[in-house]
């Protein structure tokens, strides 16, 4: 299938590699008019890429707002956006400095309500819009480490519900999606030993591909999922499951 977000604008932080850029990708193979990736980071492999990649920092406001006016003042609105940028640690709260946290804290949660805060007005001037806010999952179960990850990613299936209850009469959709161990640069560095235990706890006994992230953010983005709305799409390989 085709034209799953034709004439659809989509902003996706975090989106110059792994499932970010796996996303930004496939929604242009869906018809986007247009794909935003707003990353601190340099795009790997950009030639022949039709992603607009943006320079951005997401914990700051001014950053949000200038990229924002410029999709606007381009295209006119946003359809889409994903807040998708996000770092991982490990260490248990005993280990967890003050600093720590509050960069965790800053760049995995506080920058979703900064970019839900600046595109939600356009959204809501539209009565059309879909967010789409990728926790993890350990936004659904505990886990002995990584406190102020684990922090964040649970705040998010929160905020996500209540973004849907508040602004579902606008016409706005707002959903949380739950990746387990996809393989990505945010995990290329990780210990062995980590990935093994991630992999062996799944039922399909194998690692996550970008693209399979990718897919169910095309669900959840595109009008195939016009009555969905504050949910937890999970993509774990059943690591929940059992």
């Keep these: 299938m085709v034209d799953r977000m034709k004439g659809k604008v989509a902003l ?19 018809g986007a008019e247009a794909v935003i990736s707003g990353d601190v980071l340099d795009p790997r492999e950009p030639e022949g890429s039709k992603v607009d990649f943006q320079k951005m920092d997401i914990t700051q406001p001014g950053d949000w707002k200038r990229i924002v006016d410029d999709i606007v003042a381009k295209h006119g609105k946003i359809d889409v956006l994903i807040n998708n940028a996000a770092i991982c640690e490990y260490e248990t709260i005993l280990e967890t400095s003050i600093e720590q946290y509050d960069r965790l804290l800053d760049i995995d949660l506080k920058s979703i309500f900064l970019g839900m805060k600046e595109v939600l007005p356009h959204m809501i001037e539209k009565k059309a819009g879909s967010i789409i806010n990728v926790s993890s999952i350990w936004g659904l179960a505990g886990v002995p480490n990584s406190y102020a990850y684990q922090a964040a990613k649970g705040a998010i299936l929160n905020v996500s519900k209540n973004i849907a209850a508040t602004h579902g009469q606008d016409g706005i959709r707002c959903n949380s999606l739950h990746p ?63």
């Design 180 to 242: 387990g161990y996809i393989l990505s640069p945010m995990n290329e560095n990780q210990a062995p030993e980590i990935n093994a235990a991630l992999i062996a706890g799944t039922v399909l006994k194998r690692p996550g591909q970008p693209i399979e992230t990718a897919y169910a953010a095309l669900f959840l983005a595109s009008d195939e999922s016009s009555y969905v709305t504050g949910s937890a799409l999970v993509v774990d390989g059943g690591y929940l499951a059992q």
């Design 12 to 30: 996706i932080t975090g989106a110059s590699r792994g499932q970010g850029r796996a996303m930004a990708e496939l929604f242009l193979e869906e």
